[in-house]
T-cell receptor, first 112, second 110 residues
Framework: DADVTQTPRNRITKTGKRIMLECSQTKGHDRMYWYRQDPGLGLRLIYYSFDVKDINKGEISDGYSVSRQAQAKFSLSLESAIPNQTALYFC???????????FGPGTRLTVL | QKEVEQNSGPLSVPEGAIASLNCTYSDRVSQSFFWYRQYSGKSPELIMSIYSNGDKEDGRFTAQLNKASQYVSLLIRDSQPSDSATYLCAVNNRGNQFYFGTGTSLTVIP
């Protein structure tokens, strides 16, 4: 089984809709991250969490919110989706030393 | 100034040649450096990590770190068509946040 899973893998939605992307991990890592990737812009950090009670904004948090339901679960919400949020979204985890990050398979989100 | 900068490429090399990928970073106190490979539409996968000055070799891959010059590179020897991908440089800034470069696209020509 994959160590970091994301659901859904693909999603098409309409402008103004609320959508949630979910991430689960079995690696036992404390730290979890949400990134979006756009062509030519690389990976940009949206939010990160170092434990269940710790949530931090990243580089591009506007329009997004997160919830860390448990050590193993970290969800990303778009309260009112807009077309420029169309992107590939990745969840990642790392241990408490801040070593390498392990990525989930990604969610391709299209907002029409 | 971006935290991590890479040449976007594309970089093309013939099969069997050495591919050289470069990355610079802005924060002098950065401690950890990583190279990820990403195939189109797939998630990044770690191929090398390096923490101290000098070279680190793993099979056909060699990472080189020069903290004084704030420079990290990746050499791929005996390049294969399967190495064709985008290579992302990442820097861990004091253990709190990762910063990724925009990636260098590599094509290995058979």
């Amino acid at each position: 089984d994959a160590d970091v899973t994301q659901t859904p893998r693909n999603r098409i939605t309409k402008t103004g809709k609320r959508i949630m992307l979910e991430c689960s991990q079995t690696k036992g890592h404390d730290r979890m991250y949400w990134y979006r990737q756009d062509p030519g812009l690389g990976l940009r950090l949206i939010y990160y969490s170092f434990d269940v009670k710790d949530i931090n904004k990243g580089e591009i948090s506007d329009g997004y919110s997160v919830s860390r339901q448990a050590q193993a679960k970290f969800s990303l919400s778009l309260e009112s989706a807009i077309p420029n949020q169309t992107a590939l979204y990745f969840c990642a985890t790392s241990d408490s030393r801040g070593g390498e990050q392990f990525f989930g398979p990604g969610t391709r989100l299209t907002v029409l | 100034q971006k935290e991590v900068e890479q040449n976007s490429g594309p970089l093309s090399v013939p099969e069997g040649a050495i591919a050289s990928l470069n990355c610079t970073y802005s924060d002098r106190v950065s401690q950890s450096f990583f190279w990820y490979r990403q195939y189109s539409g797939k998630s990044p996968e770690l191929i090398m990590s390096i923490y101290s000055n000098g070279d680190k070799e793993d099979g056909r891959f060699t990472a080189q770190l020069n903290k004084a010059s704030q420079y990290v590179s990746l050499l791929i020897r005996d390049s294969q068509p399967s190495d064709s991908a985008t290579y992302l440089c990442a820097v861990n800034n004091r253990g709190n946040q990762f910063y990724f470069g925009t990636g260098t696209s590599l094509t290995v020509i058979p």
